[in-house]
């Protein structure tokens, strides 16, 4: 017997394991410049943001894989403290505006 566990709605849309919203421009120009412990990145996105909109960087430690957050308001650089010397990072870049996360961008690894 199948029993069905909540109603599904199919509207045509494929399924998809990381979905992305559209609509601003990907953060673009990514220029970092590392300190033993800590980064300074600047980069171009052409898109207003006011009130609550964001940036989320997820700050990912490429020798031991782990990662944490921050979140900063728009800004014409960002400084990003607590690194390890001697260890290769990322940066994913996601803005988030009006609540919604954008696609994200990322930084190459440093």
């Known amino acids: 017997m199948n029993d069905i566990l909540f109603p ?3 509207y ?3 399924a ?17 410049i ?8 600047r980069f171009n996105f052409n898109f207003k943001m006011s ?6 960087f997820i700050i990912t430690n490429a020798n031991i894989e782990k990662s944490f957050t921050m ?7 960002y400084v990003v403290p607590s690194l390890q010397p001697q260890s290769r990072y990322t940066i994913k870049i996601i803005p ?5 996360r954008y696609a994200s961008a990322t ?4």
């Open 8 to 10: 599904r709605i199919s």
């Open 12 to 14: 045509g849309l494929p």
């Open 16 to 32: 998809c394991k990381v979905c992305l919203t559209t609509g601003v421009p990907l953060p673009s120009g990514i220029n970092v």
């Open 34 to 41: 590392r300190n033993p412990t800590y980064v300074i990145l």
């Open 51 to 56: 009130g609550d909109d964001h940036f989320e």
């Open 71 to 77: 979140r900063f308001q728009p800004n014409s650089k």
């Open 96 to 100: 988030i505006i009006n609540g919604v």
């Open 107 to 110: 930084t190459p690894e440093f």
